[in-house]
């Protein structure tokens, strides 16, 4: 119900009962007319159910987030984000202005600001939580509409095209090299930890929380549980969880190799946890990344780091790891299930499954990166290699692989072999002619059977009477 009064010669007010039972009213109208249309479009607005007391938006926005952040129903990583945006952005602009005070152009003016000072998803965020609490209060019926809402084609070009930064990942080299730095910044654990990492694809939490109990290395898999599977961290503490998503909760096989290593590591190790600190302790991920992480991958004079693959974050060893299945071609199905991942096509998700023979490749495939990347990052033989004698011709013997490797000094010591030749007079047969003097194998072309003669029996033969001239030449 509402009615009009008039208040001066030329003032008139509308009043109206609010929801709780008590009357408001409106001023400023400066005939009759006007307060009588508006009271009757607010009888009507009234039967609609879209009606909205102009008086619910004098809440100011520092006493509407107190009320609004309560009801947020979300990680506790997550409101604590959020609580940081309200404490540090939203509410020193806006904390005394109510909320039908804010305009859209107001909004526009504080988001170019914002926009000078902080990243892009910085603003996002701040601007994604300030519009979630003005949509609460559309649906409370304290403000028509969200002064928020970004308007289409508004603002630069280039702050709505999508961005065409890559992320960065790793190839199975990288990898390693960044694993050994990170060994020699944070000890044996950290560098297993980044090699798990990118050979299975895990996220953070998954590896920072995985306890003994979920590693089956005789069956060569490890398990990410639905219910604690996830280490989750705050400002003030860290807690076992469920994953991100239910599609997280899954078996993930080893390659051969890395059951190896995380047997030896296990072996050396007591705990809980396969993943600590050097002191045992569980990881933090700000810690981590602050103290070994970035060091390994960016590079560190100070702490004797070099830069491997600048700019590359723990998450991205997962798409690394994406990357590679891709290379080798594994089905899309195959990924999203090692990975935890959802298909964007439900149909193909459901009718699709992981045939038997396309585990056994991917791990021959993800050990094969394994030893091809050993491979590459082995050093040079920088040592100086002496050319092999060029092959002597038809009539010649070739040379033994023995006699290739004799050294310089025992070249000098024990002459070059050389065939035996007849003496003047004397017919030697075929078989001796081969014989090398200092050899105990007899050398024979392609045609001949081999013979083996040793030394002593050449010498015997030498002394037979008549065979003076062979001793001689022995």
Request: aromatic share 6%; charged share 25%; net charge positive.
């Amino acid at each position: 119900m509402a009615w009009i009064e008039q208040t001066g010669q030329h003032a008139w007010r509308v009043r109206y009962q609010r929801d709780t039972g008590r009357y408001g009213s409106i001023s400023g109208f400066s005939n009759k007319k006007a307060a009588t249309d508006y009271a009757n479009d607010l009888e009507s607005d009234r039967r609609r159910g879209s009606w909205i007391d102009p008086a619910a938006g004098n809440i100011t926005t520092s006493a509407w987030s107190v009320v609004w952040v309560e009801t947020v129903d979300v990680e506790t990583r997550t409101e604590e984000n959020y609580r940081a945006y309200l404490r540090n952005h939203i509410l020193p602009r806006w904390g005394y202005t109510t909320l039908g005070d804010i305009t859209a152009l107001d909004v526009t003016t504080w988001r170019k600001d914002l926009r000078k000072r902080y990243a892009a998803s910085t603003v996002a965020g701040i601007l994604t939580v300030f519009s979630m609490m003005l949509d609460d209060a559309v649906d409370q019926r304290l403000i028509p509409t969200n002064p928020v809402h970004r308007r289409r084609r508004r603002g630069r070009r280039r702050d709505h095209a999508p961005s065409r930064l890559e992320k960065v990942f790793a190839m199975p080299e990288h990898v390693i090299q960044i694993a050994d730095q990170a060994t020699m910044l944070g000890g044996p654990s950290a560098g297993l930890l980044v090699i798990t990492a990118a050979w299975t694809g895990c996220r953070w939490g998954e590896l920072a929380g995985l306890q003994r109990d979920h590693i089956h290395l005789d069956r060569g898999t490890i398990i990410i549980d639905p219910e604690i599977g996830a280490l989750h961290e705050s400002a003030h503490e860290l807690w076992l969880g469920p994953p991100k998503t239910p599609a997280s909760a899954r078996t993930i096989p080893l390659p051969p190799f890395l059951i190896e290593l995380l047997r030896e590591h296990l072996a050396a190790t007591t705990g809980t946890f396969v993943f600590t600190s050097p002191l045992g302790c569980r990881l933090r991920r700000s810690t981590f990344d602050r103290r070994v992480f970035r060091p390994a991958v960016d590079g560190n004079t100070r702490k004797g780091a070099q830069p491997v693959r600048p700019g590359l974050t723990f998450h991205g060893l997962r798409h690394s790891h994406k990357t590679w299945l891709i290379a080798d071609k594994i089905p899309e199905i195959a990924q999203a299930r090692r990975l935890g991942h959802h298909l964007s096509n439900r149909l193909a998700e459901v009718y699709s499954h992981v045939a038997p023979e396309i585990e056994p490749e991917l791990l021959k495939n993800l050990e094969r990166r394994w030893y091809y990347a050993h491979q590459t990052r082995r050093p040079k033989d920088s040592r100086p290699r002496r050319t092999p004698p060029a092959p002597r011709s038809a009539p010649h013997a070739p040379h033994t692989a023995a006699t290739l490797r004799t050294t310089d000094k025992l070249r000098h010591r024990y002459p070059r072999p050389q065939h035996i030749k007849p003496h003047r007079g004397e017919m030697i047969t075929n078989r001796e002619a081969r014989i090398l003097p200092n050899s105990s194998v007899s050398v024979h072309t392609r045609d001949q059977r081999p013979h083996r003669t040793t030394l002593i029996e050449l010498m015997r033969k030498a002394l037979r009477p008549g065979k003076n001239a062979t001793i001689e030449r022995l």
